[in-house]
């Protein structure tokens, strides 16, 4: 939609509200991850409805375009997979999750280009803002093995965890919490590192823009390397070296990226194989935990070639792993047991055991079509993007389930964060929304 379909009569200039949003969404999301997909939610509803107060039309928010008809047709197929799931109910659940998010991320984003100017600048730098608490939040939690959320558990006992894996519990009191605890946290920071430095980038100019740019790459990676969550560390390095390539030629290394993406599908079972052959997994140099993740790849690239047309349904690998009848084998030398886990701590793996072939088709197209409107944002946002993309993709490749709530919900926030710190750059950066790459 062209922007001069935005009505300037429809002008939207009053409250605080969207930086106010702005300021305390990344801060709310540091400190209690799980209240990600409400804080996604709660920002889209209020992006859409300053839209439509600016004179959006409603048929623009649901406008389709490549990436989210992918993202969409995922999500369909995952609730479709509850007909053969191994738990239907999971996959209805998450069929419709994801599906709800993907609407709300796109229509917002739709939004934020209509956005007043002024409020543009002013949410972004209340984003700043509300990364660094959210930063400072997360430094003195690892500093001080997690001294404020104890505190917290300790005064709402409700709040205190039945598993006591990652936390010891004495009288009544939690007395010690391991870093672990943390990774989702450090996880949200880190995907709020590269928006944060567009922000930086856009809004100030030289030659303090240099000086600010390192204080605030310092001040985020800092608690991600103080961190246990390798994932997040890997996802960093991985991304900073994308981005000066970015600052190079932006559309190759984007279309590398949805490439790399479509990639991953293709190689994870074969390297899944392998990696477990070459006995990496009995690797002392390894960490322990990648060592685990190599035993769960392997063991769950197995399962997928008994299944590997339609999966066992989407979310459904808890289920079946509690449904096996024989208790997992544990080899001597083994850090864990040869079992699927929870999920397959691989986005690329967990697609083809859970949704076959189609759908593995399904989420590499997605992927694929996602990274490549990255270059509809301003040319100099390009590269930041692209830093986003690779940052999350490195993660869902070693860590999280990518059915987890808070992980696609904070994927959404991401898309959000990098719309609106992109948009203080001139509105001639903007290309029309119907000019696809």
Not at 11 to 24: Q, S, T
Not at 338 to 361: C, D, K, M, P, V
Request: charged share 15%.
């Amino acid at each position: 939609m062209s922007r001069s379909a935005v009505s300037p009569s429809g002008a939207f200039r009053g409250g605080p509200i969207i930086p106010v949003l702005y300021f305390i969404v990344p801060l709310l999301t540091a400190m209690a991850p799980r209240l990600t997909p409400f804080l996604l939610l709660l920002l889209a509803l209020v992006l859409i409805v300053a839209g439509f107060r600016r004179g959006l039309p409603w048929r623009a928010l649901i406008k389709p375009n490549a990436a989210m008809v992918a993202l969409l047709a995922v999500a369909f197929y995952a609730a479709l997979s509850a007909a053969w799931a191994v738990d239907p109910r999971a996959a209805l659940a998450t069929g419709a999750l994801f599906a709800g998010a993907t609407v709300a991320t796109f229509a917002a984003a739709t939004a934020i280009p209509s956005l007043d100017p002024g409020q543009v600048r002013r949410a972004s730098l209340a984003f700043v803002a509300g990364v660094c608490c959210a930063t400072l939040f997360v430094t003195i939690e690892l500093v001080t093995d997690g001294a404020l959320t104890r505190g917290v558990m300790n005064a709402v006992s409700i709040l205190q965890p039945h598993d006591t894996k990652r936390v010891r519990i004495e009288d009544g009191r939690v007395t010690d919490m391991r870093l672990a605890e943390l990774n989702l946290n450090v996880s949200i920071v880190a995907f709020m590192l590269w928006p944060g430095l567009l922000a930086v980038s856009a809004l100030v100019r030289d030659p303090r823009r240099r000086l600010l740019r390192g204080l605030y790459l310092i001040a985020l990676t800092v608690p991600i390397f103080l961190s246990e969550h390798d994932s997040s560390q890997i996802g960093v390095i991985a991304s900073a070296l994308i981005l000066p390539l970015a600052w190079v030629n932006a559309r190759a290394v984007i279309r590398g990226l949805a490439l790399a993406w479509c990639l991953g599908f293709v190689l994870v079972l074969p390297l899944a194989f392998l990696a477990y052959k070459a006995a990496l997994h009995r690797a002392d140099w390894l960490p322990t935990s990648a060592q685990a993740r190599i035993i769960i790849w392997e063991y769950t690239a197995e399962r997928v070639l008994e299944r590997p047309l339609l999966g066992i349904g989407a979310d459904s690998t808890p289920a079946a792993r509690t449904k096996t009848a024989t208790p997992a084998e544990k080899p001597r030398g083994f850090v864990q047991a040869r079992t699927t886990g929870h999920h397959a701590h691989n986005l690329f793996l967990q697609s083809w055991y859970e949704l076959g072939l189609l759908g593995a088709i399904l989420a590499a197209v997605a992927g694929a079509a996602t990274a490549l409107r990255i270059l509809l944002l301003p040319e100099p946002a390009q590269p930041f993007g692209a830093a986003a993309f690779t940052l999350f993709a490195v993660m869902a490749a070693f860590a999280w389930g990518m059915w987890q709530v808070w992980l696609v919900a904070a994927v959404g926030l991401l898309a959000l964060y990098l719309l609106m710190t992109a948009a203080p750059y001139p509105r001639q950066h903007f290309p029309d929304t119907e000019d696809e790459p």
